[in-house]
């Protein structure tokens, strides 16, 4: 069974940092691209970045060029999202999927920016 | 890097059929054959019930199905169930890399 866990989320400050983690299971982690997306509250679903499966490619929406790294490490099946410099427009539930059509999702982590 | 087109809500009754279009581009939804939908119910995470425009996950049922024509992408669903009410949401490849969602639609099962 494919299982996505998201961590790390939670309150920062503006202008501040956070690293979110997604813990993959259940499929060849190595295989696959990998995206994360964001959920704003009470808004729809937008794409943020995605990453190739060796790390060559990766790819992000303009709002968060610059600011925020897709990374992963296939040895440990994982994905990461550093986010640096956020903005309280930043606020979403996160969630990392499978692929770069989203076939399995994480259940998400909340990301507060605000002072 | 610009939004997808959704109605922002459709309704049906138990039994009856209903299509949520999603328009795009030549850009996007026009030009290339990878088009998803997901499916989510409040409180919860998305769930993928179409790729490629047409094809469905394994475990999704027959009552979903997809299709495509010029720059608009569509999601019927038949047969309507208490179960399917929720948000859709469509999304597409926009080229050199990034993806782009729909707004979003609200489907109420009366």
């Known amino acids: 069974e494919v299982q996505l866990v998201d961590s790390g989320g939670g309150l920062v400050q503006p202008g501040g940092s956070l690293r979110l983690s997604c813990a993959a299971s259940?499929?060849?982690?190595?295989?696959?691209?990998m995206s994360w997306v964001r959920q704003a509250p009470g808004k729809g679903l937008e794409w943020v970045a995605n990453?190739?499966?060796?790390?060559?490619?990766?790819n992000y929406v303009d709002s968060v060029k610059g600011r925020f790294t897709i990374s992963r490490d296939n040895a440990k099946n994982s994905l990461f999202l550093q986010m640096n410099n956020l903005r309280a427009e930043d606020t979403a539930v996160y969630y990392c999927?499978?692929?770069?059509?989203?076939?399995?999702w994480g259940q998400g982590t909340l990301v507060t920016v605000s002072s | 890097q610009s939004a997808l087109t959704q109605p922002a809500s459709v309704s049906g009754s138990p039994g009856q059929s209903i299509t949520i279009s999603c328009t795009g581009t030549?850009?996007?939804?026009?030009?290339?054959?990878?088009v998803s939908w997901q499916q989510q119910h409040p409180g919860k995470a998305p769930k993928n019930m179409i790729y490629d425009v047409i094809k469905r996950p394994s475990g999704v049922s027959n009552r979903f199905s997809g299709s495509k024509s010029g720059n608009t992408a569509s999601l019927t669903i038949s047969g309507l169930q208490a179960e399917d009410e929720a948000d859709y949401y469509c999304c597409s490849y926009a080229g050199s890399g990034t993806w782009v969602f729909g707004g979003g639609t609200k489907l109420t099962v009366l």
């Open positions: 030549s850009s996007d939804v026009g030009s290339y054959n990878l």
């Open positions: 999927a499978r692929g770069q059509q989203l076939g399995d």
């Open positions: 990453i190739r499966q060796d790390g060559s490619e990766k």
């Open positions: 259940g499929f060849t982690f190595s295989n696959f691209w």
